[in-house]
């Protein structure tokens, strides 16, 4: 568990397309109290054991903000080997300003790789949401030694609502993904493909810590 007292100064301003929410400036500040528990086989691509970590922020100074207000995020996960090469896995998440209804800009953002996967980065913004992850990973092959180590098969569904959307998001959004994982020698490499029931589809390529 850990504690930080940050601030800096943000600007943001429209150069390209239609903006999301309105140009912003100022000083940011905020405390941090954060908790990981990890009891994981591995920090990258796990296959056994489970991970919680709670993240809550006081901003003193926000730009837009009339007050200060604070977050809430936390995540659990939890990974169980069946058979011999496979592990299923339940990934939840969630967070929220706890009621505050004003934060200047949205502070969570869904879309994109395993947060939403079929929608676009970030396509989902608010003040609250939940994310819920149900899926199964298969081991398929072994590497060379020099090029990584496993190359697994991945598959789950996803399920989510934003809520306090500027641009009202669905009540509540859901897609299927499968793809192939490989740890390789760079890092994990995810490549896949993801429908949602909302008409989102998307191809991807990810590499780096995918759980």
């Known amino acids: 568990m850990g504690g930080l007292v940050g601030g800096l100064y943000a ?3 429209l150069r390209l397309g239609t903006p999301d929410f309105a140009s912003y400036s100022g000083r940011v500040g905020h405390a941090q109290a954060q ?3 990890d009891h994981t086989n ?3 691509l796990p296959t056994a ?8 922020k006081f901003f ?3 730009p837009n903000a009339p007050q200060g207000f604070p977050t809430l995020e936390a995540t659990a996960e939890y990974f169980h080997p069946v058979f011999q ?3 299923i896995f339940i990934i939840a998440s969630g ?3 706890l009621g505050y209804q004003q934060p200047g800009i949205p ?3 869904l879309g994109g790789v395993s947060r939403l996967s079929a929608y676009g980065l970030n396509e989902l913004m608010g003040n609250q949401y939940f994310l819920g992850r149900v899926g199964d990973k298969r081991k398929i092959l072994t590497l060379p030694t020099f090029v990584g180590k496993n190359v697994y098969f991945v598959g789950f569904g996803e399920v989510g609502k934003m809520y306090g959307d500027p641009f009202h998001a669905p009540n509540l959004s859901g897609d299927g993904t499968m793809g192939v994982i490989a740890e390789t020698a760079l890092g994990p490499v995810f490549i896949g493909a993801s429908a949602s029931d909302t008409g989102h589809y998307k191809w991807f390529f990810q590499l780096g810590r995918i759980f």
């Open 60 to 62: 003193d100074s926000f």
């Open 11 to 13: 600007s943001a301003d």
């Open 35 to 37: 908790f990981i528990l």
């Open 107 to 109: 502070q969570f953002f």
């Open 85 to 87: 090469r496979d592990s």
């Open 49 to 56: 054991g489970y991970f919680i970590q709670t993240n809550f």
């Open 95 to 97: 967070g929220s300003t």
């Open 42 to 44: 591995d920090p990258i």
